[in-house]
């Protein structure tokens, strides 16, 4: 298994960026396919971006294209989410999740691992 922690949340402008980290611990970092999902209060939990194993391979929400970057570094068993041009409609508790397939995906079901999130808040 893996343990997720997330870092790096708080209060920023519109406009602004933040830097998210996830750090892991447990089972070989490299072993596992990484994704931000965000949950809105009132809202259901959502897709936001993922990366494969190796970091060859992302994907994002439509909502985030341009905007937000995932990255990781399996030396250091982190993942980041770098937002940038953050927008008040981006405001969220932002998950790290990890799965043991080979290409990243945005279902949230197929997911087992999840951290405990991070408040992002972005006001206007």
């Known amino acids: 298994q893996v343990q997720l922690v997330e870092s790096g949340g708080g209060l920023v402008q519109a406009g602004g960026s933040l830097r998210l980290s996830c750090a892991a611990s447990?089972?070989?970092?490299?072993?596992?396919?990484m994704g931000w999902f965000r949950q809105a209060p009132g809202k259901e939990r959502e897709f936001v971006t993922a990366?494969?194993?190796?970091?060859?391979?992302?994907i994002y929400a439509d909502s985030v294209k341009g905007r937000f970057n995932i990255s990781r570094d399996n030396a250091k068993s982190t993942v980041y989410l770098q937002m940038n041009n953050l927008k008040p409609e981006d405001t969220a508790v932002y998950y790290c999740?990890?799965?043991?397939?080979?290409?990243?995906?945005?279902?949230?079901?197929?997911?087992?691992?999840w951290g405990q999130g991070t408040q992002v808040t972005v006001s206007s």
């Open positions: 990366i494969s194993r190796s970091g060859g391979s992302t």
């Open positions: 999740a990890a799965n043991t397939w080979v290409l990243p995906a945005p279902s949230i079901y197929l997911y087992p691992y």
């Open positions: 447990g089972r070989t970092f490299s072993s596992y396919t």
